[in-house]
């Protein structure tokens, strides 16, 4: 038997329906789709930690997922129930990290160089095509 | 999503039909005006201000940019939404070309014509690899979100949604050429606005923006910093994809031989303006959804449900499902009439002289035309039918366009160049782009498809560097 | 953070931005129309 967040029933038998897939997946983008079978109502919860001390509701409703974005880096644990049932699911956890900043810094001095670089051409050149045009005319 | 604002397919397919309907007569009553093959590829060189502008920003409005602003809303928050709005500096940029495009093709026809004469057949041949693997994906991705669209909205199968679709953009088009496009481009382009406009005044109104902000930084914390690493590395991203998209292809090279010369740098520029703020207009009502409530189940869809829950909650209800689905219509509408036109010309022109070595005779412009465009819609449909995610091929060409950007500039303003090393900078910036995108991730692929090709262009102005060809008249 | 009011800015000002657009389009359309430069 497993307790979880402190109910005593097993759960194990009611998860995410993509809970192998995400668990304990790194996430770049602080997104991720949680799935589950349809049938009823259910109420989805979120925490920072796997005891669910101070939970989050996500989502209450007869939908079988639910888009989460916006998550802060670090660990997320979420958990649902059928609200005709007793029990919750077996929590679910993954981890947000954003990309790292000595990459991001990196990639953004050379994306705002090329952009910097191409926009200063066209300019360049639209003037210098400009300037011929009055010079013949 | 909601049941509660969903359409009778009734009344889709009766929407789509009346709507169709229209664009079909007004199709054919400005074809008329179409007497040459001038008048059916480029409306006679003639269009003005108001309808250039128009036609260029409503084909920029794509059903991406409507169904994808949201997105990138609901994932990255307000830099995601900033990021879209670079797509419109490439029409700001544009619009620079555009007196030298008039002076270096004067009696130009197509994004091929520039290709062949200044880089010859090897870059010519690069460009329609490119431009078709492009052109192809995008007008598929839009057939497909159309079907998509009627299924999630009215309940039509896919399949026949997505066939109404494509048919009544591929009849006015061969009716009317490109007249019928830049007139019903005009009428769309004020109906997608007006709808932008409805929808995000409404959203704004049931949301107070305190409440909205408070719930977001519980609940979406990252939306709202001010360094969110994935929507800052989109911004240069997205503005080197719109400049690749922009610069290269026919639909706006069409446009640029279409408006009268003395009006043409203002269309794009004033196309530039229009489009600025519509993915942040379009796009924050995904913000909406956590304070008001509103589950989302397919992020893709995030848009439509949004508005949908916004409308239903301001009593408006099914009339609510329809106004969705008449603004969606027109913005893919008016893209894929322009791709269309854009690239049966390309096939017309270049392709029947240039490969076949069969020139179309000017007299049977419409018969070819139509014909042309009958194919290209039918290849389309077909790609369209399996559902296969065509998306993702039009994210993969990012890297492509964006090694077209600098032999753009060069074959532009430049005087010489080392053809054979500008040419190798596009291959190898599209496959080093290609590479990233896997291994590093989707928003560096434009930007290193873009540097690689930029060393390799820069490279060949220095580097025994021969002159272009003199201008003269296209010759193929 | 992006504060509440820099959001609001941003997001009022994108629709009023696209509501001068569909002005201006409007007003150039009638203006060309009646010199017969529309097309």
């Known amino acids: 038997m497993t307790f979880v967040g402190g109910s005593l029933w097993a759960v194990g038998s009611l998860q995410f329906s993509n809970h192998q897939e995400l668990q304990n997946s790194v996430l770049s983008e602080g997104v991720l789709t949680l799935k589950w079978k349809d049938g009823g109502e259910i109420l989805l919860q979120q925490d920072r930690t796997e005891e669910f001390k101070y939970p989050i509701v996500r989502y209450r409703g007869k939908d079988s997922a639910s888009v989460i974005t916006g998550l802060a880096e670090g660990t997320h644990y979420f958990r649902f129930k059928k609200l005709d049932q007793p029990g919750w699911s077996l929590p679910l956890s993954v981890k947000v990290q954003f990309v790292n900043h000595t990459l991001l810094y990196s990639l953004l001095s050379l994306g705002g160089a090329v952009s910097l670089l191409t926009v200063g051409a066209i300019v360049h050149g639209a003037r210098k095509s400009h300037r011929l045009d009055a010079v013949r005319s | ?476 | 953070m992006i504060s509440a009011s820099t959001l609001g800015l941003v997001i009022v000002g994108s629709l009023f931005w696209v509501l001068a657009g569909l002005s201006i389009l409007v007003f150039l359309f009638i203006r060309e129309r009646r010199k017969k430069k529309l097309w």
């Open chain 2, 1 to 476: 999503m909601n049941d509660s604002f969903t359409i009778e397919s009734s009344t889709g397919w009766g929407l789509i039909l009346s709507l169709g309907a229209l664009w079909v007569l007004l199709g054919w009553h400005w074809g008329k005006k179409a007497t040459s093959e001038e008048g059916f590829t480029l409306a006679g060189r003639k269009v003005g201000l108001a309808l250039g502008g128009a036609t260029i920003m409503a084909t920029w409005v794509t059903s991406n940019t409507t169904m994808l602003a949201p997105v990138f809303a609901l994932k990255f928050g307000l830099w995601g939404m900033l990021a879209y709005s670079t797509a419109s500096f490439g029409l700001f940029m544009f619009a620079l070309f555009m007196p030298r495009i008039r002076e270096l093709l004067p009696d130009g026809v197509t994004a091929g014509d520039f290709f062949y004469l200044r880089f010859g057949k090897a870059g010519w041949t690069l460009f329609m690899v490119i431009t078709l693997v492009y052109s192809l994906s995008w007008l598929v991705s839009m057939a497909i979100a159309g079907g998509d669209l009627l299924e999630a909205l009215a309940g039509i199968p896919y399949q026949q949604g997505m066939s109404l679709i494509l048919m009544v953009c591929v009849l006015y088009t061969l009716f009317g050429g490109m007249y019928a496009v830049i007139g019903t481009d005009f009428i769309q382009s004020l109906i997608i606005l007006l709808g932008i406009v409805v929808i995000g005044f409404l959203v704004w109104g049931q949301v107070p923006l305190a409440k909205a902000h408070a719930h977001i930084v519980t609940h979406q914390p990252s939306l709202l910093l001010w360094v969110m690493p994935a929507a800052l590395l989109a911004v240069f991203n997205n503005l080197l994809f719109g400049f690749g998209e922009v610069f290269h292809n026919n639909v706006w090279w069409s446009r640029a031989f279409a408006v009268r010369k003395e009006v043409g740098s203002r269309a794009f520029a004033l196309a530039g303006f229009l489009w600025f703020p519509v993915p942040i207009a379009a796009g924050f009502i995904a913000l909406a959804a956590g304070p008001l409530g509103i589950n989302i189940v397919d992020e893709n869809q995030t848009g439509p449900t949004v508005a949908a829950a916004v409308l239903g909650n301001a009593g408006l209800g099914v009339f609510g499902g329809g106004l969705i689905l008449v603004v969606l219509f027109c913005s893919m509408a008016s893209s894929i009439d322009s791709l269309l036109a854009a690239t049966s010309d390309l096939l017309m022109k270049d392709f029947s002289a240039r490969v076949l070595k069969h020139p179309t005779r000017p007299e049977n412009f419409r018969k070819v035309g139509a014909g042309v465009i009958f194919l290209v819609g039918g290849v389309t449909w077909l790609l369209a039918l399996p559902h296969w995610p065509i998306i993702n091929v039009l994210f993969l060409s990012g890297p492509l366009v964006g090694s077209l950007i600098w032999p753009v500039i060069a074959g532009l303003f430049w005087e010489e160049i080392n053809r054979s090393v500008a040419l190798a900078g596009i291959v190898l910036g599209s496959l080093a782009g290609l590479f990233s995108y896997f291994w590093i991730g989707w928003f560096v692929a434009a930007l290193v498809g873009t540097g690689v090709s930029m060393l390799f262009s820069l490279t060949a102005r220095y580097i025994r560097p021969s002159s272009f060809p003199p201008l003269c008249s296209l010759k193929t």
